[in-house]
């Protein structure tokens, strides 16, 4: 059985920095793309960040070059470094497993609840 765990968030003021982890099990986690949502409330969940199989990253604008995606395939784990931290970025963030235009296509996990506040 496929299983999702996010984890990582937290509270952090403006401008600071935070990581997100996600651990893959029952999934082949090193020939798939995979990356991060997010959903703020009130608002439908969106794309933030992916990672291919062969290291390729794409990024959602309002994150580029503030968010830093990366992989261990070795722990089939997927992290998210986010820097300079903004209100906006304050949201439940998730993890998957892409396909084609970034759809995301296993079960979502619980996410990780990201506040960003002073």
């Known amino acids: 059985q496929v299983q999702l765990v996010e984890s990582g968030g937290g509270l952090v003021q403006p401008g600071g920095s935070l990581r997100l982890s996600c651990a893959f099990s029952?999934?082949?986690?090193?020939?798939?793309?995979v990356g991060w949502y997010r959903q703020a409330p009130g608002k439908r969940r969106e794309f933030v960040a992916a990672?291919?199989?062969?290291?390729?990253?794409t990024y959602a604008d309002s994150v580029r070059a503030r968010f830093i995606i990366s992989r261990d395939n070795a722990k089939n784990v997927v992290y998210l470094e986010m820097n300079s931290l903004k209100a906006e970025d304050t949201a439940v963030y998730y993890c998957?497993?892409?396909?084609?235009?970034?759809?995301?296509?296993?079960?979502w996990g619980q996410g990780t609840q990201v506040t960003v506040s002073s």
């Open positions: 029952g999934f082949s986690f090193s020939r798939n793309t």
């Open positions: 990672i291919s199989s062969d290291g390729t990253t």
């Open positions: 998957n497993a892409l396909a084609a235009l970034r759809t995301p296509f296993l079960s």
